[in-house]
C-alpha cells in the first residue's frame, strides 16, 4: 500500500500555561511567552478542511525532520540546529526530538479492498441477542450429535466373523472414449501462446498494484494527517492501484471424453470393452468394480472390490469367511 502526499497544513498547539493557541511553527506563547513543552500536542486548525499552506520554508522544514527541544532549557529548536537559539546550548547531544505519528482521532479508514469477479462480499449487519431457548436447543442437539457419534462409531468397529458360501457375482468395467478435438478455453491474454489468436478479450481486475500501470485505477482511503514534529501535519492518503488484463477465448486441440464405453455381466470371466479406434481417438480412464453377493446363517451380504483377482476366486458355491460390521456392511472377505 502506497501513501500518497497530498499537501500540507499548519497546525495549532495549546499553552499549558494560559491556555492561548498558537501557530504550530511558533516556539513560545504569543501571550505569556512560556515556551512549547516538550509533551505538546498538535492539532488542526478546522478540523473539518485542510487548508494547504503554500509558504515553501515552511513545507521545506516539515521535510526537515522532527523539531528538537534543548536538554537545558527545554527550547523547540529546528531539526538541523546545533546549539539552541534561546541559551546556546549544545543541541548535538541530549537533545530530546519530537515524536512524530498521526494526529490523535484522526486514524485512517481503511482502503476497500476490491471484489474479485466471480467471490461475493456480504455485508455485515447486527447481530441479535440470542435467546437463552436457543442456547438450550442447541446444547440438546449436540449432545445427541455426540450420542449418535458415539453410538455410530461403536457400531462402526463392532464386527462378526461369519462363515459364508457365495450365492452371485456381478462385474461392471468402464473405459473412456477420448478424441483429439478443438475446443474453446480462455485465460490472460499473456498466458495465451504467441501462436494462437485470442477473441473476445475483456478487460478485468486482476491484482494490485503499489504503483500505476497500464489499465490501472486508483483507490485511495480517507485523507489523514501526519504530525511531523515541526508543527506543520502532512496530509496523506494510503493508495494502491487496481490493475486490469484482458481476459481472452482462444480455441485449443484437447483430448476430450467423447464417449463412455461399459461392459457388465455375471460370473467371473470380465472382460474389457473393445472399439475399433478412429482417427485421433485413444482409450482414456478405466475403472472396474465387482459384487460378490454371500449367503450367510440364511441372510444375504454383499461385497465389493475391485480386486480381480481376489473376485475370480469368488466361484459360485466356494466356501468363504466374511467380516460384518454392526450395519451389516461386509468389511472383509477371505476364501477359505
Given at each position: 500500500?502506497?501513501?500518497?502526499?497530498?499537501?500540507?497544513?499548519e497546525l495549532v498547539w495549546t499553552c499549558d500555561s494560559c491556555g492561548t493557541r498558537n501557530p504550530g511553527a511558533i516556539k513560545s506563547c504569543t501571550s505569556c511567552g512560556a515556551p512549547q513543552p516538550i509533551n505538546v500536542q498538535f492539532e488542526r486548525v478546522d478540523p473539518e478542511t485542510f487548508n494547504f499552506i503554500k509558504d515553501e520554508a515552511l513545507i521545506r522544514m516539515a521535510k526537515s525532520g522532527?523539531?528538537?527541544?534543548?536538554?537545558y532549557c527545554g527550547t523547540r529548536n529546528l531539526a538541523d540546529a546545533k546549539t539552541c537559539v534561546n541559551c546556546g546550548g549544545d543541541?548535538?547531544?541530549?537533545?530530546?526530538?519530537?515524536?512524530?505519528?498521526?494526529?490523535?482521532?484522526?486514524?485512517?479508514?481503511?482502503?476497500?479492498?476490491?471484489?474479485?469477479?466471480?467471490?461475493?462480499?456480504?455485508?455485515p449487519t447486527g447481530r441479535n441477542p440470542i435467546s437463552k431457548g436457543v442456547i438450550v436447543i442447541a446444547v440438546i442437539v449436540l449432545?445427541?450429535?455426540?450420542?449418535?457419534?458415539?453410538?455410530?462409531?461403536?457400531?462402526?468397529?463392532?464386527?462378526?466373523?461369519?462363515?459364508?458360501?457365495?450365492?452371485?457375482?456381478?462385474?461392471?468395467?468402464?473405459?473412456?472414449?477420448?478424441?483429439?478435438?478443438v475446443v474453446q478455453a480462455s485465460d490472460w491474454q499473456a498466458n495465451i501462446p504467441f501462436n494462437v489468436q485470442a477473441y473476445d478479450c475483456q478487460l478485468r481486475y486482476r491484482y494490485n498494484s503499489d504503483n500505476p500501470t497500464q489499465n490501472s485505477e486508483e483507490v485511495c482511503g480517507t485523507p489523514y494527517t501526519i504530525d511531523t514534529g515541526t508543527g506543520v501535519g502532512e496530509v496523506v492518503q494510503d493508495c494502491y492501484y487496481k490493475v486490469y488484463e484482458n481476459y481472452c477465448s482462444y480455441d485449443t486441440m484437447q483430448w476430450v471424453v467423447v464417449n463412455t464405453l461399459a461392459e457388465s455381466g455375471y460370473g467371473t470371466n470380465a472382460f474389457w470393452p473393445t472399439t475399433n479406434l478412429g482417427t485421433d481417438q485413444r482409450l482414456g480412464n478405466a475403472s472396474?468394480?465387482?459384487?460378490?453377493?454371500?449367503?450367510?446363517?440364511?441372510?444375504?451380504?454383499?461385497?465389493?472390490?475391485?480386486?480381480?483377482?481376489?473376485?475370480?476366486l469368488a466361484q459360485p458355491g466356494s466356501d468363504w469367511e466374511i467380516e460384518v460390521n454392526g450395519f451389516g456392511n461386509v468389511t472383509l472377505a477371505n476364501p477359505k
Open positions: 500500500m502506497a501513501r500518497k502526499v497530498l499537501g500540507y497544513i522532527p523539531d528538537k527541544h534543548c536538554p543541541l548535538t547531544v541530549g537533545a530530546t526530538s519530537r515524536p512524530t505519528g498521526i494526529l490523535n482521532a484522526e486514524a485512517p479508514t481503511p482502503v476497500p479492498e476490491p471484489v474479485v469477479p466471480g467471490n461475493s462480499t456480504t455485508t449432545l445427541a450429535l455426540c450420542i449418535f457419534g458415539a453410538i455410530y462409531f461403536m457400531r462402526m468397529n463392532q464386527t462378526d466373523q461369519l462363515d459364508a458360501t457365495v450365492s452371485r457375482t456381478f462385474w461392471q468395467r468402464q473405459v473412456a472414449l477420448e478424441a483429439y478435438q472396474e468394480r465387482y459384487t460378490i453377493t454371500f449367503l450367510a446363517n440364511s441372510d444375504s451380504y454383499e461385497y465389493t472390490t475391485t480386486d480381480y483377482n481376489l473376485y475370480q
